[in-house]
């Protein structure tokens, strides 16, 4: 594996791949790998010939108050991961080498981006849109792959892509990939490392009020009442306050507060101890 630290790098390592032949497949992260990056990985080796994996902590996407301090940072441990993992090229730039000075411009993907974790981190999904784009840009893959674990940041990438005519990718070859869950249930995330013992273990509610709400909806429940009893469980259950539990359109992300029988996603973020843990859950009617 190589690893490119500047565009120049980055540039020179993507000629002498894209010289072979065979097409490249993008899976940017913020490293701190788990299991679920992994499957990123290994989903997009099955789809294309080379993998580049970017890691960069975005400090667009994080607000005044947040963890961009803390966020975990392991570049030595999660470049040999990527290594055994077969991927071809690591691109992990400086903030200076993603933000020269000067740099002016945000990208704001209007409707997707304002509900949910839009409104309860203002700015959070214009700093994710920009920097994908830049990435999109810099290392122009034929596919991108992302978690369904940040579902709201996979439509509002899908729009972005769609609105701005991005042939590298085109909006059709950003792939979503199912969440992976530990085996009680809860989503695999960077940020589970900042609960206690104690917190992780109630943190399986999360996964499990959800399910129940899923059930409740798609056999005709009252989704306002659903949701409502969901806050109750998960705040008798460790959490200290829920920034939000929804149910969306599944493309559009506008609230639905009357299910039929459209795609849905119910879409949770709630707070333990140091962590505010998001997940969703596809709601189908149909299926
Ligand atoms: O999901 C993430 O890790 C980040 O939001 C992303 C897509 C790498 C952009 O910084």
């Known amino acids: 594996m190589q690893t490119a630290t500047t565009l120049d790098m980055l540039r020179n390592v993507l000629a002498g791949l894209r010289s072979g032949g065979g097409s490249v497949a993008l899976v940017p992260t913020m490293g701190a790998l788990h299991e679920g990056h992994l ?44 290594e055994a993992e077969g991927v071809a090229l690591l691109w992990a730039p400086g903030v200076e080498a993603m933000y020269p000075a000067g740099c002016a411009t945000s990208i704001r993907v209007n409707g997707v981006s304002d509900n949910f974790c839009g409104a309860a981190r203002p700015g959070h999904f214009e700093g994710v849109a920009t920097v994908v784009c830049k990435l999109f840009n810099q290392v122009m893959p034929d596919k991108a792959f992302f978690g369904e ?57 999360l996964p499990r009020a959800m399910q129940a709400a899923v059930a409740a909806i798609e056999a005709g429940g009252n989704v306002g009442e659903t949701l409502d009893a969901l806050e109750r469980t998960l705040l008798e259950s460790g959490f200290s306050s829920v920034d939000y539990a929804a149910l969306a359109d599944a493309q559009s992300m506008a609230p639905i507060a009357s299910y039929s029988s459209a795609p849905a996603r119910l879409l949770v973020a709630a707070r333990i101890g140091g962590a505010r843990l998001i997940d969703n859950l596809p709601v189908d009617r149909t299926k």
């Open 149 to 205: 674990k940040d579902y709201q940041q996979l439509a509002v990438i899908r729009a972005m892509a769609r609105d701005l005519n991005l042939a590298c990718p085109h909006a059709r070859d950003i792939v979503g990939v199912p969440t992976v869950r530990e085996s009680d249930g809860l989503a695999m995330s960077s940020r589970n490392r900042y609960l206690s013992p104690e917190d992780r273990t109630n943190a399986a509610a």
């Open 39 to 82: 499957t990123l990985v290994r989903e997009a080796r099955k789809a294309c010939d080379h993998v580049v994996a970017s890691i960069f902590v975005n400090p667009t996407q994080f607000g005044p108050n947040e963890d961009l301090d803390a966020y975990p940072r392991q570049l030595v441990e999660d470049s040999k991961i990527l």
